[in-house]
Structure formats: structure tokens, C-alpha cells
């Protein structure tokens, strides 16, 4: 399971702070990913990183965005800067590749 905390409204340029607390599945060994879900699209991966803390971005969030992990709080985190009114959607967390259990995400609004 997943629980994705840390959403909001912000303006453009601004940050935000992403939390996913996850269960049930051995957290450390598992590479770990935020996808994505804007307006009318599909979930997309945005961020991912292994259990040996590489990471890899998406080309739009790349210089922007900011994945981490915390093995031991079973936590990923997602650091997001400069934000764009095109950021916001639906946030989540999720293995990678991706289980078939979603959590209820976190919702970013970019708006002025």
C-alpha cells in the first residue's frame, strides 16, 4: 500500500514537498517511482529511483524535480521546485515497475 501526503495549491515557481509512506512489501529492495496523472491523460512516470538510490527523470521535470528515499521509514519523497502550472495533477507513488494496488495519490495545483 501507498500514502502519498504533501499536495497543495502553489503558485507558479513555487515548491512542494511529496511523502509517500509505503507497506506490505520489502521497501529496501524494491526501486520506487512517482508517476503522474494530468487532465485527460494516462499515469505517467515522472521520477524513478533503485533500491541502490539511482535515479531518473522524465525530461519535464528533470532540473526540477528531486527523488529520494528513506529505507528506513519505508518513505519515498519527491522534491519538486519551480513549479509549472502544467505540474498539476494527480501524484503517486508506486513500485517500479508498478503493482497493481495504487494508493488515493496527492493532488499538486499549479495556479497563480
Known amino acids: 500500500q501507498f500514502a502519498e501526503t504533501g499536495g497543495g495549491l502553489v503558485q507558479p515557481g513555487g515548491s512542494l514537498r511529496l511523502s509517500c509512506v509505503a507497506s506490505g512489501f520489502d521497501f529496501n529492495m524494491r526501486s520506487m517511482a512517482w508517476y503522474r496523472q494530468t487532465s485527460g491523460t494516462e499515469r505517467e512516470l515522472i521520477a524513478g529511483i533503485t533500491n541502490r538510490d539511482d535515479v531518473k527523470y522524465e525530461d519535464s521535470v528533470s532540473g526540477r524535480f528531486t527523488i529520494s528515499r528513506d529505507n528506513a521509514r519505508n518513505t519515498a519523497y519527491l522534491q519538486m521546485n519551480r513549479l509549472k502550472p502544467g505540474d498539476t495533477g494527480v501524484y503517486y507513488c508506486?513500485?517500479?515497475?508498478?503493482?497493481?494496488?495504487w494508493g488515493q495519490g496527492t493532488r499538486v495545483t499549479v495556479s497563480a
Open positions: 508506486n513500485m517500479r515497475p508498478h503493482s497493481a494496488t
